[in-house]
């Protein structure tokens, strides 16, 4: 399946699962920068101490956890939506000299213990929740699991429908011709190579839904001032 159309959020991260490089996890392709700024931003936030444990959902590639655990020494666990990548982690990060469990689970039931993290870090999950009443199950399940004072993050929540100036639908073409206008001729060129490696070879392309959840700010600062 070079050229995959994937039916839901879930189906993309199974699907990425099986690719090469195990950073395709964090949904950001093979741009590595990208994701140590956003691991180094959300440390920068964030305060640790040794007997903590902490609970990334929707750990990705879980480098961040590999970072904290390297720092730290603490206890990490990280949540995926499917199997497959829950297994391609704990096979990968079997060979590193760190102690990371990854559990199968959704940020709107968490297979945890109440009052059980320290520090709960959400990052790029609600964006692919499909209403405000799975936000609300995830801000409810986020404190479920947290100890009294425990610190949260939650991070890439948009406050407006970013696939409106996205119109491409599920047309390669008209997705590169969107990649040329928006990004140049050499990102489309780099991305015209990566469709030829998928039709002639092995190289997955996943064709992703085109929803992604968005809310005002106000209106996700009331519902998480009246979670259950």
Not at 15 to 25: N, Q, S
Request: aromatic letters at 12%; proline letters at 3%.
């Amino acid at each position: 399946m070079p050229i995959f159309q994937a039916s839901d959020h879930v189906e993309v991260y199974r699907t990425r699962a099986l690719m090469d490089d195990v950073h395709e996890l964090s949904g950001r392709g093979k741009n590595y920068s990208l994701t140590d700024f956003v691991n180094r931003r959300i440390l920068s936030f964030l305060d640790f101490e040794e007997k903590n444990h902490i609970v990334d959902i929707g750990c990705g590639d879980g480098s961040l956890l590999k970072i904290i655990n390297d720092m730290y020494l603490t206890r990490c666990s990280g949540i995926l939506p499917t199997n497959e990548e829950v297994e391609r982690l704990k096979k990968f990060f079997s060979k590193e000299d760190c102690k990371l469990s990854f559990y199968q689970g959704f940020v709107q039931e968490l297979p945890l213990d109440s009052e059980c993290a320290n520090v709960i870090i959400c990052n790029g999950v609600f964006i692919l929740l499909s209403s405000e009443k799975e936000v609300r199950n995830a801000l409810h399940e986020i404190s479920r699991i947290a100890v009294q004072g425990a610190k949260i993050w939650i991070g890439e929540v948009p406050d407006k429908n970013e696939m409106e100036a996205k119109p491409y639908g599920n047309s390669i073409f008209l997705w590169l011709w969107y990649v040329l206008t928006k990004q140049g001729i050499s990102v489309c060129w780099k991305r015209f190579i990566d469709v030829l490696r998928a039709y002639f070879g092995k190289e997955i392309i996943i064709i992703q839904p085109k929803t992604l959840f968005y809310i005002s700010e106000e209106s996700m600062l009331f519902l998480r001032n009246h979670v259950d």
